[in-house]
C-alpha cells in the first residue's frame, strides 16, 4: 500500500520565507483575492487560503507523484523523455545504458524484489517493463490503447494500475477509465491485452490490498467515488467493480488526503471540510465516518495498519484511532488535548508507538513527541527557530527539523536576529533531548532521506552557485558538505542495507550524483540523457 | 611545431617553353615552412613539390608527381599531401632522404592531420573551405583513415547529424582518433573496426560546439571544451571493436561561468586540469577527477583573469592571460599553483602580453608592450616552491625593436625572439634598392635570451624577420622573401659571422622542371 512517506520529505521552497505567517500563500493552493479564490471551506485573508477554524494556511504536504528516478537494490532507472528511453545507471562505475520504449516515457515505478521497473509512455501508448543485469537489458512492451500518464505498480509485482491523474488531462475517450496490466504475463513474454474498468472520475490515488502476500484488490479514488476492483475476477464477462459513494465533505481533490498501508484494509481519509476522518474498508466495501468536531489537519497510520492518528490544529487536539475498534466503538477514540506545541501535523514512528506533533505555523520554535502507550507528550524546546518539517529517523532515535527562515526577525541580540533570518535544519536527540543546529545561510533545504544511521540533506542555492548536498551523522550530530554542480531535484535510497544515496539536479543533459555516505565520497555523471544517443561498435 | 602558414607569396609567372605564348599567372600557394626531422620543409601547392634544407643550407626538392595539392601535414620524418584531379592521393615525402610514395585515396579531400608518429594521417572534407571550382556533392561524414606503414587508405562513415568536420585529434598512444565535428564528436580505433559516435546536442536541441579537445594520457578519456556549457566534458572510452562505447560526463565546479582552457597531466590520467571564469571569481583553477568523483575536486581561486594554464615539470601550474597569437591583447595577471600541495601564488607583470607565452622546463617568457613605442618588454618568470610558499619570480627584460615572432629552445631554456630594428647604424648591409637608406627603414635581428641568467646575445641580419625557430642546435629565421629565404645561426655563436643565408629555397629544381616542359 502506498503511504506518505516519513522517510523521504519533499518540501516547497521558497513559499513561506515571510514573517507573518498568515500572509503565505500555500503553493498547492496559491494566492487569493477573494474567498470565492479558495476551495470550499477555506477563507481569504491577506492574499492566502486559510483555515476558517485558527485563520492560518492549511498544512501541506508535497505531492511527490512525479516522475521521478527509481531505485532497485543494483540499479537506478532514470526516463529520458527526449529520447523516448529508460537508462540503467549503474551506481558503482556510473556507466549507463539505455533502453528505447515507445514515444513518451512519462511515469516509471519499480517492481517490488526485482531489478525491474514499469513505465509508461504516453504519446506511445504502452506500458513496458524493463529489466536490468550485469549481462545486459530486455523490454517488454504492451500496448495499452490509450494515452495515460500514471501508474501503480501493486505490492507483489503482479499488477500494474495505469491511470491519468487528477490534473493531467485525459485521452479522448478515456475519461474516468483505468487500466489493468498483468506485469508477470508481460515480464514472461506473453502480453495479455490490459483490462479496462470505468472507475469514476478525476483519480487522485490507487491503493491495494494484500492478503496472504497476493495482491487481490485495487482501489481507485476518485473526486466523488472510489472503486474498488477485484483483480480475481477481471476475466469475468461483463464484471463491473464496486463503486462507494464518498459524501460531499470528501468529495474534493484539493485538500484531500487519503493513505493506506499494505498490510490494512483500510484507507483512510480527510479534507478540508470534513469534520472528522472516514475510513474506507476494503474487505467490507463500507465506509465509516469518525466523526470529529472539525477538520483534521493531517492525517498518519501505521506500517501495520494498526493504529492511524490525526492532527486537529483547531482544537489542538490529536485523535488516536485503534483500529479496528475505532470503527465500532466510539470509546476506543482517544481526543488527546496537546500542551506546548501547536498540533497541525502528525508523523507517526516506524514503530507506531511515537507521534511526531508539530505545525509549521507555529510561532515557538518546539515540537513534540506523542508516546501512544501512555497517551504522555514530551516537547522539544532546545531549538533555536521555527519549525518548518520534522522527520525521525527509522529507529526513532533522531529527529531532523527542517526550520523556517524569518527574514523579518526585530530580535535584539545580532547574533540571534541572523540565526533566526538563516535557513537550516537541527539534529535532536530524542533521547537526551540534545539538539545541533545547522545554519544554511540563505540556502534552504530541499529534500532530507535516511541511510542507516546517517540522514542527508539537499540545499538549493537561491543565487545558483552554492548548491549541495550535506550528510548528518545522526551518533556525532556531525555534519559533511558536498558541492552540487546545479540545483538539486529529487533525492533517493536504494534498496536494502545499500548506504548511498542518490540526487538528481537540474541540468538540461540530466546531472546525478551517488553519494556514499560512509566512504564521504561523491560521483556525479551528468548528460545521461546524451548517454543514450552515444552509438558504439564495429564501423 | 609551428602552425603552418599557407600563403600566397607571389604571382608565379611562368613562361611557356614554346615560346610566344602568353605568361601564365597563378599565386604562389605553399604550406609551411615547418621543422621535420631536423629540416626546413616547404610545400609547394602550385608546382607539386616539397623543398627542405638543412641546417648547413643545403636545399633539396622532390615532386609529387601529382596535380592539385589541396592540404599538406608535416610529420616527424616525412611530409603528407593530399592531392586532387582524376587520382586523388595522398602522397608522402620522406625528409631528408626524399622517397616518395603514394597511397591512392578513393575521393579528393580538403585537409589532413597526421598523427604524432608519422604512420597515421586522417583526410576528410572541410566545409569551412570555399570551393573555387564547380561545386560537387560532398559527404562531409566520410573520412579516410591512412595506414602510411601498411600503405592502405579505409574510408570511414562517421554518420553524424553535424555537417562540419573541423579538427583531429590522435590519442599518445595512437589507438585513436577523435574527429571533431561542428556538434559531435567520432571517436576512431585506429589499426582497428571500433567506431564511437557521440552527438553533441543537448535534449533542448542546442548544439555543443567543441572548442578544444585532448585525450587523457593513457587514452582512456577524452576532454572537451565546448560552447554551451561551462563544465568540462569528459568522455570515456570503453572497449574495443564491437564492444566500443563509451560515457559521456560533464565534470562541473560550482560558481564556474565559462571554461577557458583544459590541459591533461602526464604523471596523473585520472583528472583533467581546467581553468574557468567564475560568477563571482575572476579565476576558478580546478583539478577535476575524469570518473565524476567530485570529492577528488580541487579548486583554487584567483583574484586575477587567467585564461591559460599550462603544467610545468616541477608539478606547478603556470596560468596566465597570455593571447594566443602575437599581435593579440592579453592582460597582465600570472599565477602560479602548487598540485603538490594546494599553494597558490599571483602577481601581474608590467604590462598587457602581446602574444602567447613560451613555455618549457619551469620557466616561460612573456612579451609585453613596453613605455616605448620602439621597444618591447620579455618577463623571465619562474615558479618555484620552497617550505612555506611558492614564489613567483618575475624578471623583467626591455629589448630595442618591435618583436615579430619567438620560440623557446627547451633544451637550454632560452628565448629565442625575431625584432624588427632600425636598420641606419645597426650594422646590416644596405639595401640594394637604397643604399643611402631611408630614416624609417628596419632590419631584422635576432636576440636570444638565457631563462636563468637573463643574459641577452644578438646578431643583426640584413632583413626583416618573419618567424624563428630552432632546428637542433641552430636558429633559423625566415624572411619575407616570396620564395624562401631563410637565416640559419649557430645557437653557440651568435654573430654575423657564423650566419648562413640562403635564399630562393623554393626555386629549387623549379627551373629545371619548367625546362623538362613540365609545369
New interface residues.
Partial sequence: MRRHDSLLLWLVVGAACAGDNASVPTPELGPCAVDTDCPSGLLCREAACVSPDDLLPVEFEVDDRISRPVATDAFLFAL?I??SSVLVIDPLD???RAVLVPREPIAVSRIPNTDSVAVVSREGKSLSIVSADEDGLARESVALGRRYAALEVAPDGRYAIVFTPDGVEPDEGAEGLVAIVDLEALARGEPSAPVEIAAGYRHTDVFFRVERGQTTLAVVLGKNDATLVELARLDEPGYRPARIALPETLAEVVGREAIAVESSQYVLMRALRHPGIAVLDLDLATLTDVTLSTAATDLDLADDGSVAVGALRATNQVVVLPLPDALTSSSSVRLLDIDGVRAGQVELGASGRRVVVYSRFDEVERFGVLDLEDDSLRVFDRLEKKVRQVAVSDDGATAIVLHDAEPDSTVADPYERAVDQDEGYAIVDLETGDAQLKRTGDVAPTSLVFSGRHASVTLRDPDD???RVETIDLDRLVTQT?????APEFTGVFGGDDPRVWVTQR?????I?ILDVEA????????????A??????? | MKPLHTFALANLALVACTGGDPAITEPLVVSGPTVVADHLVWVDHTTARVVWVDVDTAVQAAALEREEVTSAVFGPDRVVALTGGARPAAVSVRIPGGEVEAVELFAKFDRAFVAPSGRYVVALHDARLARSTPLVAVNHNEIAVIDLVDRTATR??L?TESTSPRNVIFSSDETRAAVVLDAAVVV?ELGG????????????G?RLTPEQVVFAPDSEYLFLRTSGTP?V?ALEL??Q???????????????AQRLLDLAVDEDDPDHVLAVFRG??IPTIAARLAA?????RTRTVELAGQASRLELLDNRTVLLHGSPDTIGSAGNAFVGGWDLEDDLVEQDNLAGPTMGPAAVGGTSAFFVHSAESGNATALTALALRRDALRLNVALRPVVLGGIVRDYAFSSNDERVVLGVDIVREDSGAAPLPSRPYGEPNDTTGAIAVVDAETLGIETVVLDDSIQHVGVIGDRIYATHGGAFGDVTFVPLASIDRASARRVDGVLLTGLFDRIAGGER
Avoid: C, M, W
Fill in positions: 529520458s527526449d529520447s556510473l556507466e549507463v552557485v552554492a548548491h558536498f558541492r552540487l554542480g546545479s541540468h538540461v543533459a540530466g546531472r550524483s564521504e565520497r561523491l560521483r556525479t555523471l551528468t548528460g545521461y540523457q546524451l548517454n544517443r552515444i552509438e558504439g561498435g564495429d564501423r | 570511414v562513415a554518420d576512431v573496426e571500433g567506431i564511437v559516435r557521440v552527438p553533441l546536442k543537448l535534449p533542448n542546442d563544465d566534458v570503453l572497449g571493436g564491437a564492444a566500443a562505447t563509451g560515457i559521456l560526463n560533464f565534470l562541473a565546479v560550482p560558481g560568477d563571482e570518473d565524476g568523483d567530485v570529492s
